[in-house]
C-alpha cells in the first residue's frame, strides 16, 4: 500500500522525492526528501565530537545506544517550537536544546533533540533527516547525548565553525562568512 501511495503522490506531481513513512502512533507520515542517495539513514556518520571524554570505542558504544539527535543548518530563525513541531512527529521528545553563539548568545544553526526512547530518534533519522525545515534542508546526525556547554557555537566568533569559512552570503546563517570579507563591486 505505501508504494501505491508515494506513486499516486508523485504521479500528481504535489510532492515530489516524497518518502512515506510509518509513524509510531498508527498512520503514515510524509517527509520530502533532499537527497539520501542511498545512505542508511540509520547508521552514525564518521564524524565524531573531538572534545568528548573517553575512547572512540566508547564514544561508538554510546552512539549505538543513543536517543540524541545533532541537528544541523538551522536557519539563525528557526525557533525551537519549529523544531518541536517537526521532531514531535516521530516520537516523544524530552527536550530540545538550541545551539547558541559564545559571545552573543543568538541561535547560530544547530540544536539537540533528546527522545525519550531511541526507537523514536530512529524514525527521525530515516523520516525528517535530508528534510526542509525553514526554507533549510536540514541534516541529522546520532549525538552521544548533551553536555552542558556544548550548546555553545565552538568558532572563533562564537558561532560554528563551517560559518566562518562560508565564502557565500547565507541570509540564513547570518550572511557572509565571518573570516572572509565581502567582496566590493
Given at each position: 500500500m505505501a508504494n501505491e501511495v508515494i506513486d499516486r503522490i508523485q504521479y500528481k506531481g504535489r510532492l515530489p522525492q516524497t518518502l512515506l513513512c510509518r509513524a509510531p502512533r498508527g498512520g503514515w507520515m510524509y517527509a520530502l526528501v533532499a537527497d539520501l542517495k542511498g545512505r542508511d539513514a540509520l547508521r552514525h556518520s564518521d564524524y565524531r565530537d573531538q572534545r568528548f571524554k573517553g575512547t572512540s570505542r566508547?564514544?561508538?558504544?554510546?552512539?549505538?545506544?543513543?536517543?540524541?539527535?545533532?541537528?544541523?543548518?538551522?536557519?539563525?530563525?528557526?525557533?525551537?517550537?519549529?523544531?518541536y513541531e517537526l521532531f514531535s512527529r516521530a516520537g516523544r521528545i524530552r527536550r530540545i536544546i538550541m545551539g547558541i553563539d559564545r559571545f552573543k548568545k543568538t541561535p547560530?544553526?544547530?540544536?539537540?533533540?533528546?527522545?525519550?526512547?531511541?526507537?523514536?530518534?530512529?524514525?527521525?533519522?530515516?523520516?525528517?533527516?535530508?528534510?526542509?525545515?525553514?526554507?533549510?534542508?536540514?541534516?541529522?546526525?546520532?549525538?552521544?547525548?548533551?553536555?552542558?556547554?556544548?550548546?555553545?557555537?565552538?568558532?572563533?566568533?562564537?558561532?560554528?565553525?563551517?560559518?566562518?569559512?562560508?565564502?557565500?552570503?547565507?541570509?540564513?546563517?547570518?550572511?557572509?562568512?565571518?573570516?572572509?570579507?565581502?567582496?566590493?563591486?
Open positions: 566508547e564514544q561508538s558504544r554510546l552512539l549505538a545506544v543513543s536517543s540524541t539527535l545533532y541537528v544541523g543548518n538551522l536557519s539563525y530563525f528557526t525557533t525551537e517550537e519549529q523544531v547560530c544553526g544547530f540544536c539537540f533533540v533528546e527522545y525519550y526512547y531511541r526507537e523514536d530518534a530512529e524514525d527521525a533519522m530515516r523520516c525528517i533527516n535530508a528534510t526542509r525545515l525553514d526554507d533549510r534542508i536540514i541534516r541529522t546526525d546520532w549525538d552521544v547525548g548533551f553536555v552542558e556547554g556544548r550548546q555553545y557555537g565552538r568558532g572563533k566568533h562564537g558561532g560554528q565553525v563551517r560559518d566562518e569559512y562560508r565564502k557565500d552570503y547565507d541570509p540564513g546563517r547570518g550572511g557572509w562568512g565571518k573570516m572572509v570579507p565581502p567582496k566590493m563591486d
